[in-house]
Nanobody, 128 residues
């Protein structure tokens, strides 16, 4: 699976942005699509995930973004979105999308080591 992330930019605190991650290659069936981010000088951290396995779809969020960010997928376009509302300066980072197995359990969804396909990253800068 090849991933292409886009939608980053410079915004002010309180603004919204929507990131997109377009997937190509084998994109049908079960999957887990994640968003991670990495701020300058910090380790990459989990942001959000959407997992489809069989007929069930589940979403997962880091506590720091819960209630502000929403992950979704347009299956017709094989694109995953991250709607980010009420942005804060601490959300400033390079955001990466990643693709993995739909059989990942909740704890595994949050671990970057379980994902073998990554997009190139898109920079989000939130000014105060």
């Amino acid at each position: 699976v090849q991933l292409q992330a886009s939608g980053g930019g410079l915004v002010q605190a309180g603004d919204s942005l929507r990131l997109s991650c377009a997937a190509s290659g084998r994109t049908s069936g079960s999957y887990t699509m994640d968003w991670f981010r990495q701020a300058p000088g910090k380790e990459r951290e989990f942001v959000a995930a959407i997992r489809r396995n069989g007929g069930s779809t589940s979403t997962f969020y880091a506590d720091s973004v819960k209630g502000r960010f929403t992950v979704s997928r347009d299956n017709t376009k094989s694109t995953v979105f991250l709607q980010m509302n009420s942005l804060k300066p601490e959300d400033t980072a390079v955001y990466y999308c990643a693709a993995g197995s739909g059989r990942l359990i909740a704890s595994e969804v949050r671990n970057a080591k379980n994902f073998d396909s990554w997009g190139q990253g898109t920079l989000v800068t939130v000014s105060s």
